[in-house]
């Protein structure tokens, strides 16, 4: 999976988690213990799997860069 998929999922799972417990507060859906635990689930593993793309996105581009760069020195010597 690219790294731009695993930052979507993480932004999608953090909103999830703020937007549950903000729609508990204003007493759109019933709060629970266990939609407590989902939401905050949701939120480590959006934090977690966001993370995960954006170190997988640089090391990319990194590698990418220094491939290009081995590469434009080889061509001039």
């Known amino acids: 999976m690219r ?11 953090v909103l999830a988690g703020v937007a549950f417990p903000f729609l508990m ?3 759109v859906i019933q709060p ?8 905050y689930g949701a939120s480590v593993v959006g934090l977690f ?3 995960w793309g954006a170190f997988s ?3 990319i581009e ?4 220094d491939q290009l760069d ?4 080889h061509q001039q010597g």
């Open 32 to 39: 629970s213990l266990w939609l407590n635990f989902v939401s």
């Open 3 to 13: 790294p731009i998929h695993y930052i979507l999922i993480g932004f999608v799972l």
């Open 70 to 73: 081995e590469w434009k020195k």
């Open 49 to 51: 799997l966001g993370m």
């Open 57 to 59: 996105y640089v090391r």
């Open 25 to 27: 507060v204003i007493g």
């Open 62 to 65: 990194r590698r990418k860069k």
